[in-house]
């Protein structure tokens, strides 16, 4: 399906999501606890990195006050807030950028991520739908890295990441179906030199997709293409949490220090195998030990027979 298809077959007539996204999102609440409650805190960042993070954010001020009328000073102040952990703040200036700038599919983009790293889901999903019809039909172009890898490249492009991202947050409000034709879509639009970093994040969410509707045996294909060896610059805890699904990498493997991707990998697995005791454990751990939570998890917890609605 081509990029316009996939957004013409999105629910029609959803709202354009700044009517809806309030203009404080802090005083809405959306930045105070996870979804099983206990309190979303701002990462306790070590000198050095409080100490950049923060000349980043005041650099990316300066610019908006110097050029408020241009669309990038509101997104970069936006993203180098949102790298400080600081959701609320970021979605604020994405939200006022999209008063002046209502037709920014990048900012739609941004907002739509960050929404859905404070689980609002919904929200997030109607921007990144219409961030879709905003560049139906536009050249695709790569998205500006903030914070760059270690080789320097930059790897994805706006419409890749904005199907991505809506297939990945389909994740939590149970619509499958559309989770997996949204990676397969987004995987053809990646650049060729980019495809071995972004096989192992699209294959550990298609499988999570098709576990989820019962089709183990599609799932299983799908992370089988995954090889055991991949040349990555990013990507690599995501290639381990697919070595988990495929059964290359067991709990017994697993180190101390391991990331919450894999650990949720393993948690999943649990919970396909029916050790519903130990995939809830391990998904509250998940969720405990991290001072942003981790949504994936928390949705499990919460909601681990969800179906889409919407």
């Given at each position: 399906?081509?990029?316009?298809?996939?957004?013409?077959?999105?629910?029609?007539?959803?709202?354009?999501?700044?009517?809806?996204?309030?203009?404080?999102?802090?005083?809405?609440?959306?930045?105070?606890?996870t979804l099983i409650g206990t309190p979303l805190r701002t990462p306790d960042w070590n000198v050095q990195t409080a100490r950049r993070l923060n000349e980043d954010i005041a650099m990316a001020r300066s610019a908006l006050d110097i050029a408020p009328d241009r669309e990038e000073?509101?997104?970069?102040?936006?993203?180098?807030?949102?790298?400080?952990?600081?959701?609320?703040?970021?979605?604020?200036?994405?939200?006022?950028?999209?008063?002046?700038?209502?037709?920014?599919?990048?900012?739609?983009?941004?907002?739509?991520r960050h929404l859905?790293?404070?689980?609002?889901?919904?929200?997030?999903?109607?921007?990144?739908?219409?961030?879709?019809?905003?560049?139906?039909?536009?050249?695709d172009s790569f998205e500006p890295d903030g914070l760059p890898n270690a080789r320097g490249l930059?790897?994805?492009?706006?419409?890749?990441?904005?199907?991505?991202?809506?297939?990945?947050?389909?994740?939590?409000?149970?619509?499958?179906?559309?989770?997996?034709?949204?990676?397969?879509?987004?995987?053809?639009?990646?650049?060729?030199?980019?495809?071995?970093?972004?096989?192992?994040?699209t294959a550990f969410w298609t499988y999570l997709a098709y576990r989820k509707m019962g089709e183990d045996e599609r799932a299983k294909r799908a992370v089988a293409e995954v090889p055991a060896d991949l040349n990555l610059t990013e990507n690599q805890d995501y290639h381990r949490a697919v070595k988990v699904m495929q059964g290359r990498i067991t709990a017994e493997d697993l180190?101390?220090?391991?990331?919450?991707?894999?650990?949720?990998a393993l948690a999943m697995e649990h919970?396909?195998?029916?050790?519903?005791?130990?995939?809830?454990?391990?998904?509250?751990?998940?969720?405990?030990?991290?001072p942003q939570g981790f949504w994936p998890a928390e949705v499990e917890l919460t909601a681990p027979d969800r179906a889409a609605q919407r």
């Amino acid at each position: 399906m081509t990029l316009a298809g996939l957004a013409a077959s999105l629910f029609a007539g959803a709202a354009l999501a700044q009517d809806v996204v309030p203009a404080d999102a802090e005083a809405a609440g959306f930045c105070r606890e996870t979804l099983i409650g206990t309190p979303l805190r701002t990462p306790d960042w070590n000198v050095q990195t409080a100490r950049r993070l923060n000349e980043d954010i005041a650099m990316a001020r300066s610019a908006l006050d110097i050029a408020p009328d241009r669309e990038e000073s509101y997104f970069w102040l936006g993203r180098r807030l949102g790298y400080a952990g600081r959701y609320c703040d970021a979605i604020n200036v994405f939200t006022r950028g999209l008063t002046r700038f209502p037709g920014s599919y990048r900012l739609l983009r941004y907002r739509g991520r960050h929404l859905a790293r404070v689980r609002q889901f919904d929200l997030a999903l109607s921007d990144y739908e219409r961030a879709m019809e905003l560049m139906r039909g536009e050249p695709d172009s790569f998205e500006p890295d903030g914070l760059p890898n270690a080789r320097g490249l930059t790897l994805g492009t706006y419409k890749s990441n904005i199907i991505y991202y809506h297939a990945q947050t389909s994740f939590a409000v149970g619509d499958f179906a559309r989770m997996a034709e949204g990676m397969a879509q987004a995987f053809t639009l990646v650049p060729d030199f980019a495809r071995d970093d972004m096989l192992p994040p699209t294959a550990f969410w298609t499988y999570l997709a098709y576990r989820k509707m019962g089709e183990d045996e599609r799932a299983k294909r799908a992370v089988a293409e995954v090889p055991a060896d991949l040349n990555l610059t990013e990507n690599q805890d995501y290639h381990r949490a697919v070595k988990v699904m495929q059964g290359r990498i067991t709990a017994e493997d697993l180190t101390e220090s391991e990331g919450s991707l894999v650990r949720f990998a393993l948690a999943m697995e649990h919970r396909f195998a029916g050790r519903e005791d130990d995939a809830r454990r391990m998904l509250r751990a998940i969720v405990d030990e991290s001072p942003q939570g981790f949504w994936p998890a928390e949705v499990e917890l919460t909601a681990p027979d969800r179906a889409a609605q919407r």
